[in-house]
Structures are given as structure tokens and as C-alpha cells.
């Protein structure tokens, strides 16, 4: 095809195309396919499903929320026959979960596994989506369900002389499907997010020497792991549906039970008190179940980091070492807080070292391993790269998706992302984007916003058959007041502090916004719940261009 913005043919036209056979690709499909009776063709890159499960096949990789809320709740008999072997589920059995659904709905029937969507255009005249594949005709629908998820696009690697290396380079976000053996083997990891501290911790016990590369410590706290115990296991599935009510209530969609409202308003022991209580716990318990103010007040804070602090210099036997773990230039939860099993006591193992890279920055990598700015060279055999993605908005904007008069979604979100409750876009009817920027997504157990999100498009595709109108999409006026909106309650928490992916801060050149609605998952659920009940107050139903509100 030469012209992009007016294609003319197409091979078969469905109701809906869903991107992707992730956790919100496949319940996209089973919704609109099985619930409203569309046509639907889901479009996976892979070869199967699973998302970032499917991708993120590295050691030690494994959710961090509970496993029996990280999960579909929209089938009571899912819930019922799916037994979890793990308070927290490593990848494998993740993996094994999203399958077991695809086959018990009969989803993989409906998806072309090994196809990318190289573009998407809307055709205004015809109300439909013409979307482009990779290897294929290109096929018409009248919705476009994007379900890329938040972290699948992985951030360029920027070292100077990466091609130059001789060894083997993994990448956490792309990792062999056979696994890897460290054995005997010198690794480097570059990164220590969420990925590298649960890859470091796996690779630090296999590796004969393990190099470390740190440009930012990291607040990372127990997760809490271990066997699941089938009399909770039994307790769970009494009442499950009082269980993700209660989740749906809490700010992280997750059962916990409501926080102290302030840690400066209690003394130093109870304060002790409740931290030690959370850290004992594991989970997300210590950032989000403790004190109210951890995120919101700078002081309040200082109380939860420095907690974790001292945690990290009683573990760490190597002092030096134990201070350069110390983070100290961001609030703690101002990026996305890691969960660990023995990470810190990865560093008291002989042959493992860290490079802090404030003090040294590398300066390139070498035929034979990675040279830093005080000129040592670290001879490595292994390079492992887990150095985040190009979150929220990168995995929409690789699409190349162009709305009315052809215009690309890189040029409408050039400043950073514009959305209406973070699910659609002006100027891209029928477009809805599950768990977009803009929307709770990742601070929100993630299954859980993704049926919202779903549930909310297939509610509207319902309410637009029933009044037999063509397109739903955002008033520029909704979508400018939310997207202030947006903004004005991230500048209320402390999440702006830090240069994190979060607030798109982690790619160079990158607008800097925050990426997720902070007001939480019930305070998100009643505004939507609103919008619905007063018609789709903020979006304009039905065709033609909009120039107003
Ligand atoms: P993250 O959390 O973005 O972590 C990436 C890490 O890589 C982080 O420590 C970065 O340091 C480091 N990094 C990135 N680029 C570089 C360069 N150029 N040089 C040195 N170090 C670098 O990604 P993850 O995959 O760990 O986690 C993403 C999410 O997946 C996680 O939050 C969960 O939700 C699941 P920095 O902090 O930028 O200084």
C-alpha cells in the first residue's frame, strides 16, 4: 500500500480487532466475541498467548501481587477450578493460567498468532478502521481494541559499542523460550528495576561472577512468597466475589485493609510498629497499606525510607556496599517500589559485585565486557539488559495509528498523552485503549482494570448498537479537563519527585507527564460509573467531525 491515509482495499471486515493475547486481549476477545456477538480477529506478535508473560521469560520473574487477585474475576467458575501453588506466581505458572483460560473459552481460535499490526487508519467516510498486518491483507472493523498493555515495548539499549560485544546479550523483556544456564558463567546485569532485582537474585546463585550495574538504588522489600495454603486457598474460594468486591474498593485493587491516615501522627514506636508489621507481611502491604501520607507528604515519607534503609545496611554485610543499595534521591514509591526474596543478601555472595554508576558511568561496551568512566574493564561473558520500557504511551504509539484526516497518533501525543479516563482518544473514534495512559493501569491490579477498561467499551459498543449509532469518541473539552485532571492529582502526591516511568521520565527525550491516574482504582470506577450514567457524559455519540464540546 503507498498511501497510508486512503487505502482502498481490504480482505474481510470484522466488528471489532483486538491487538494482542495478553491478559486484556483475551478477555477483550471473550467479551465482545462471546458476550456481545461480534466478529472479532485478535492479533498477537507471538506466537501464542500470555502478553508480558509470554515475553518476560527471565529468572525469577513472578507477579507481585497475590496471585488469587492478580487474576480474572469475571468467571466464578475460573475462580473456582484454578488452584495457585504460590502466594505470588512465578512466570511459568502465570503463563500456564492464561492458556488454561484460552482454551476454556476457546479463545485461540480467534487469533492470528505471529502477525503484527503495522498501522491502523480511521476511515471517517466508512466509520471503520482499516488495519494493516504484517504478512496479510489488510482487514476493516468497525472497533479497534488495543490491548498492547503498558510495559511491551522495550527501551532502546543507548551504550555506545552494544554491537561490539562478543558474548551473548539477553534482554529480560525478550527472553529465550529454552532458558538460559549461567553456570560458570561471568554476567553482567545492567538495571535494577522490578526485572533486574528478581533476575539478579536467581542469577546471583548460578553465576560463577556476577556484576552488578546500578545507576539507581532501588527501595525493594520483601514480597512475602511461599507454598499456598490450600485451607486459605479453601477460605478464598468460599466467597470470592466478596473478595474482588472488597479489592475493587481499595486504591490498588487489592483486599488489603484501610491505612492509618498519617505516619507523623503516631510516635516512633507504633510507627516502627506498623512498617515491621508490613515488612513481615511481603507484598505490596508496606507501600500501600501502612500510612496514608507515605506518598503525599515528604516527611511522612522519610519515615518509610529510612525504615527500609536500615533494613538494607542490617542485611548487606559489605557497609560500602550497603550504603550505594541505600537510595537516596528519590521518596521511596515515587517509582515503582520492587518486591524481593533475598536480594540484598545476593550482595554477601562471593563473586558478586556492584558497580554504582552514579560514581562511574559506563562509557562503552567492548568486544569482551563493559568499560566504565574510571577505565576498569569488566570482563564479562554474559550481558543481561533490564533496562525498562518505553511504558504506556511507546506501545501505542508503535502501532502507527492515524485518526481523522490521517492524523498519527505521534503527532496528536507529540506533548505527551491526551486521552479522556485514559481508555480514548479525540480524533480516534472507536479506538479504546485498555489501561492506557492516563487511566489507574499499573497502579491498579492490573486483571481487574483490564475488565473495567473491557467492560466499558463493550458496554458503550452495546449502547451504540441499541441507538444504532456508528462512533463514540471524546469532546475535546472532556478530554482536555481529564488530562488536567490528571496532572493536578499527580502534583498532589510526591510521584513527580522522581525520574521514573511513571511520569515517562526514564526515556531520553521523552515528555515528561505522569502516566497514571493517582486518584485510585474507586475513585476512578465512581467517574466512569457517572459518565455512563449520564449518557457518556464527555464523549460525542455518533459521526462527523467535532469541533466543540
Ligand atoms: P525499570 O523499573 O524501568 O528499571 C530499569 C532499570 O534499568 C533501572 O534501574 C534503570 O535505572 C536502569 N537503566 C535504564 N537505562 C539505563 C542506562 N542507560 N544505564 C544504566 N541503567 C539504566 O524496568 P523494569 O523492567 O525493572 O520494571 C518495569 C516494570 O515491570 C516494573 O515496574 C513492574 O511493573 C513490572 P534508573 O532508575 O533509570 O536510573
Redesign the pocket.
Same mark, same amino acid.
Given at each position: 500500500m503507498t498511501d497510508q491515509t486512503t487505502p482502498a482495499q481490504y480482505d474481510r471486515e470484522y466488528g471489532a480487532v483486538v491487538i494482542g493475547a495478553g491478559f486484556a486481549g483475551l478477555y477483550a476477545m471473550h467479551r465482545l466475541r462471546d458476550g456481545l456477538g461480534l466478529s472479532v480477529l485478535g492479533v498477537e506478535v507471538g506466537d501464542d498467548v500470555g502478553g508480558t508473560w509470554y515475553w518476560n521469560r527471565y529468572p525469577g520473574a513472578r507477579c507481585?501481587i497475590e496471585s488469587y487477585s492478580y487474576s480474572y474475576s469475571f468467571s466464578e467458575e475460573l475462580q473456582q477450578e484454578w488452584s495457585w501453588s504460590e502466594r505470588f506466581a512465578a512466570q511459568p505458572e502465570i503463563l500456564r493460567y492464561l492458556n488454561h483460560v484460552a482454551d476454556r473459552f476457546d479463545l485461540r481460535r480467534d487469533f492470528r498468532f505471529g502477525t503484527r499490526v503495522t498501522a491502523a487508519t480511521w476511515d471517517d467516510d466508512a466509520h471503520r478502521w482499516l488495519v494493516e498486518l504484517d504478512g496479510g491483507a489488510p482487514v476493516r472493523a468497525q472497533y479497534l481494541i488495543s490491548g498492547v498493555g503498558c510495559?511491551s515495548a522495550a527501551?532502546d539499549?543507548?551504550?555506545a559499542g552494544l554491537d561490539e560485544f562478543g558474548g551473548t546479550l539477553y534482554a &529480560?523483556?525478550r527472553w529465550p523460550h529454552e532458558g538460559v544456564d549461567f553456570t560458570g558463567r561471568r554476567v553482567a546485569v545492567?538495571?535494577?528495576?522490578?526485572?533486574?532485582?528478581q533476575a539478579i537474585t536467581e542469577i546471583g546463585k548460578q553465576a560463577r561472577e556476577l556484576t552488578v550495574?546500578?545507576? &539507581?538504588a532501588?527501595y525493594a522489600t520483601p514480597i512475602g512468597n511461599g507454598a499456598m495454603d490450600p485451607e486459605f486457598d479453601r477460605r478464598l474460594k468460599a466467597d470470592y466475589p466478596a473478595l474482588r468486591e472488597k479489592s475493587r474498593e481499595h486504591f490498588l485493587g487489592v483486599p488489603y485493609d484501610l491505612v492509618q491516615p498519617s505516619a507523623l501522627a503516631v510516635d516512633d514506636e507504633e510507627r516502627h510498629r506498623v512498617y515491621q508489621e508490613r515488612w513481615d507481611q511481603g507484598g505490596f502491604r508496606l507501600f500501600f497499606d501502612s500510612f496514608a501520607d507515605v506518598v503525599l507528604d515528604r516527611a511522612a515519607n522519610e519515615t518509610a525510607a529510612e525504615f527500609i534503609r536500615g533494613k538494607i545496611r542490617e542485611r548487606v554485610e559489605d557497609p560500602a556496599v550497603a550504603e550505594a543499595l541505600c537510595p537516596t534521591d528519590h521518596p521511596y514509591a515515587t517509582?515503582?517500589p520492587?518486591l524481593e526474596t533475598n536480594y540484598y543478601e545476593t550482595y554477601n555472595r562471593d563473586g558478586v559485585r556492584l558497580v554504582d554508576?552514579r560514581a562511574t558511568p559506563?562509557e562503552r561496551i567492548t568486544p569482551t565486557g563493559i568499560r566504565t568512566a574510571d577505565g576498569v574493564e569488566h570482563e564479562v561473558d554474559d550481558i543481561v539488559l533490564?533496562?525498562?520500557?518505553d511504558?504506556m504511551t511507546g506501545p501505542l504509539l508503535r502501532l502507527n495509528l492515524r485518526g481523522r484526516d490521517g492524523v498519527p497518533l505521534t503527532e496528536r501525543w507529540a506533548d505527551g498523552p491526551h486521552t479522556y479516563l485514559g481508555l480514548m482518544v479525540h480524533g480516534f473514534p472507536n479506538l479504546f485503549t485498555v489501561t492506557g495512559p492516563q487511566s489507574p493501569s499499573?497502579l491498579y491490579n492490573m486483571p481487574l482494570a483490564i475488565e473495567d477498561h473491557v467492560d466499558f467499551a463493550a458496554g458503550a459498543i452495546e449502547y451504540l448498537r441499541e441507538r444504532d449509532l456508528p462512533c463514540i469518541e471524546p469532546t475535546p473539552d472532556a478530554e482536555r479537563d481529564w488530562v488536567a485532571h490528571t496532572a493536578e492529582v499527580a502534583a498532589r502526591t510526591l510521584i513527580p519527585e522522581a525520574?521514573?516511568?511513571w511520569m515517562g521520565s526514564?526515556v531520553p527525550g521523552k515528555p515528561r507527564a505522569c502516566m497514571v491516574y493517582l486518584a485510585g482504582a474507586p475513585a476512578y470506577r465512581q467517574i466512569c460509573a457517572d459518565v455512563v450514567a449520564n449518557g457518556y457524559r464527555g464523549f460525542r455519540l455518533g459521526a462527523g467531525q467535532l469541533t466543540g464540546s
Open positions: 507481585d510495559l527501551k539499549p543507548d551504550f &529480560t523483556s545492567i538495571g535494577t528495576g522490578a526485572s533486574g532485582i550495574f546500578q545507576r &539507581t532501588n517509582k515503582r520492587p554508576l559506563i533490564a533496562t525498562g520500557f511504558a499499573v525520574k521514573s516511568w526514564n
